[in-house]
């Protein structure tokens, strides 16, 4: 029996480039122009320092609560209402079902947000479930996530791919013993020739995906 963990964000759906901008909504949100380089800024400071950020460099008053509403707010439209699948990744979905293929979502998104673009897109019919942090109590990050998704899905870890674009989700697969497929999005090409090296598959694109190899 074989079976596939497919990651959602910058996998399946076109969604990044919105995460990786929520800074820069945030700032023009205001009525204020964004400077380029409060996005390497930022990235070295955590979350509960954030407010203090934007209120010290754009003279804002704004709270952790203010940041936080305006982000989950930002992320339910895309999610309710715009994020679209990667071009390809229907039809594949479609013929891995058709095979038989057990098929889930493990994705580091909140569940509350996930399951709007997963309904809405029509992946339902093709997931036996969806795993997120809230519904395991673990971080994806975390190498139990994943043997959670694996066990539940219910096929042997040597015949259970991993789809994803993130480094760490194909070395938490190869330590489990499942099998690899890196997937490339924008946002992991500094991670690129990593995520060759650990892929059994490389997909630039799902066009690329011969489903008889699975």
């Known amino acids: 029996?074989?079976?596939i963990l497919f990651d959602l964000d910058g996998t399946l759906i076109d969604s990044m480039h919105v995460w990786q901008s929520l800074d820069k909504y945030f700032v023009e949100s205001r009525g204020l122009v964004y400077d380029p380089k409060s996005t390497e800024e930022l990235k070295a400071i955590g979350l509960n320092e954030a407010p203090k950020y934007f209120n010290k460099v754009y003279g804002m008053n704004i709270t952790l609560d203010d940041m936080m509403d305006f982000m989950y707010e930002t992320l339910e439209?895309?999610?309710?209402e715009k994020f679209e699948l990667k071009p390809g990744v229907y039809d594949k979905l479609t013929e891995?079902?058709?095979m038989g293929i057990k098929m889930c979502i493990t994705t580091a998104?909140?569940?509350s947000l996930a399951l709007k673009a997963i309904d809405r897109l029509g992946l339902s019919k093709f997931m036996q479930f969806t795993l997120t942090p809230d519904i395991a109590g673990l971080e994806k990050g975390e190498l139990e996530f994943f043997r959670i998704a694996r066990s539940r899905l219910g096929t042997e870890a040597h015949k259970t791919y991993?789809?994803?674009?993130?480094l760490y989700a194909l070395e938490n697969a190869v330590k489990l013993g499942m099998i690899?497929?890196?997937?490339?999005?924008?946002t992991s090409i500094a991670e690129q020739r990593a995520l060759r090296k650990i892929s059994k598959i490389y997909l630039e694109g799902?066009?690329?995906l011969d489903v008889n190899r699975i």
């Not at 991993?162 to 993130?166: C, P, R």
């Open 96 to 98: 891995l079902h058709d």
């Open 180 to 186: 690899p497929v890196g997937v490339e999005d924008f």
């Open 1 to 3: 029996m074989k079976g």
């Open 162 to 166: 991993v789809f994803d674009d993130a």
């Open 77 to 80: 439209s895309y999610y309710s």
């Open 109 to 111: 998104t909140d569940s």
């Open 206 to 208: 799902f066009h690329q």
